[in-house]
């Protein structure tokens, strides 16, 4: 490997890339993260080598703090590096001064670690170029063709639905964690010009769903799902948000129990919705955005619950459906799997998976 891409001067470029934010990488002199960037495509900008590396970070909380200390979570880019480190360190649960002299260092190290990867081919062979792609597969006796989305679900845009994972009891997350429902309700508060929210729309309107429905603080039956605005995502073009209930909570513990069966139920709701809805918005509602349902936290492996989704994809497509259909995912093993199986998933087996949050 060439000098410049050894660990330490990249973990040295990542520390003024904290102190500045995205909003200044042009006036930085970073000939490490350059090369690096070059490395993986000959075009790509520093910027998207840091969300691609960072987004590879399996580890949910490690990632949080490293969209927070870098500036890379959703309507931070301009936030002064204080801010973003105490809301880093809040990820952890633990003052800012413990986050700086330890967390923050394991946090960039990781980044590191995945920017080396990337700079020597590694994984990124699984996944080159873009950071999204069509997919063309055949389904119920026709072509379809998918859409694959490969960053941060709160970077979608100009699709009309995102179905958000939920618990049976519609609980969203606290806004800094990792999970998917966590950044669309980040993503979709209305802040004001210091970041502070001023509304938090998808919270609010999930409550609200639960409570015309007398559901409020008991459990839906798994598969459920409750259409919600989406707040300031509407400025991407993201019009609707569908929760979809997978979790069901394991009393006494934060555990909870994810079947296949249910994910299966949750993707036929959804369609059922956006069918259901889809003339009563101008333009009608056309374009939806899966994620691998329970993937997460929620324990299912990737293939699991990507034959889970894709059962019910298939059998809408049967009956004649046209809808855009859209899948975004946070790995390249992820989208591998995407690529290469839509068209020969065998039925996942009824099995559970167990994770702390949805």
């Known amino acids: 490997m060439a000098p410049l891409l050894d660990h330490a001067s990249i973990v040295a470029e990542l520390k003024q890339v904290r102190r500045s934010g995205p909003v200044r990488l042009r006036d930085l002199a970073l000939p490490a993260l350059r090369q690096a960037a070059a490395a993986r495509t000959p075009h790509a900008s520093v910027e998207e080598l840091l969300r691609l590396a960072v987004a590879r970070i399996d580890t949910d909380t490690l990632r949080t703090a490293a969209e927070y200390t870098l500036g890379l979570a959703q309507g931070t880019r301009d936030w002064p590096p204080s801010s973003r480190r105490s809301r880093a360190a809040l990820v952890y649960g633990v003052g800012v001064e413990r986050f700086r002299k330890y967390q923050e260092l394991v946090v960039l190290g990781q980044v590191a670690d995945q920017i080396v990867e990337l700079a020597d081919g590694g994984a990124a062979q699984a996944w080159s170029g873009s ?21 941060p679900v709160d970077l979608l845009r100009d699709v009309d639905v995102v179905v958000s994972p939920s618990n049976t009891y519609f609980g969203l997350p606290e806004p800094y964690k990792s999970s998917v429902s966590a950044s669309l309700r980040r993503a ?8 502070d929210v001023l509304d938090d729309p998808v919270h609010d309107g999930l409550r609200k769903w639960a409570s015309r429905q007398g559901t409020y603080g008991r459990p839906v039956v798994p598969g459920t799902v409750a259409p919600t605005e989406s707040g300031a995502l509407v400025s991407q073009g993201i019009r609707r948000i569908y929760h979809a209930a997978v979790a069901v909570p394991r009393a006494g513990t934060n555990d909870y129990d994810v079947l296949p069966a249910d994910v299966t139920r949750a993707a036929s709701r959804v369609l059922a919705v956006l069918a259901d809805e889809h003339d009563h918005f101008t333009p009608p509602l056309r374009s939806v955005c899966f994620p691998l349902l329970g993937s997460g936290r929620g324990g299912l492996p990737y293939e699991v619950s990507l034959a889970a989704v894709w059962a019910a994809v298939e059998a809408e497509l049967a009956r004649g459906a046209h809808w855009d259909l859209h899948f975004v995912v946070r790995t390249p093993a992820a989208a591998a799997l995407l690529e290469r199986l839509p068209t020969r998933i065998r039925p996942a ?8 949050s949805c």
């Open 188 to 195: 979709g508060a209305v802040r004001g010009v210091t970041g």
């Open 131 to 151: 950071s999204h792609r069509h997919v063309d597969v055949r389904a119920a006796g026709r072509g379809v063709r998918l859409t694959l989305h490969v960053h």
């Open 349 to 356: 087996r009824a099995q559970s998976a167990t994770g702390r």
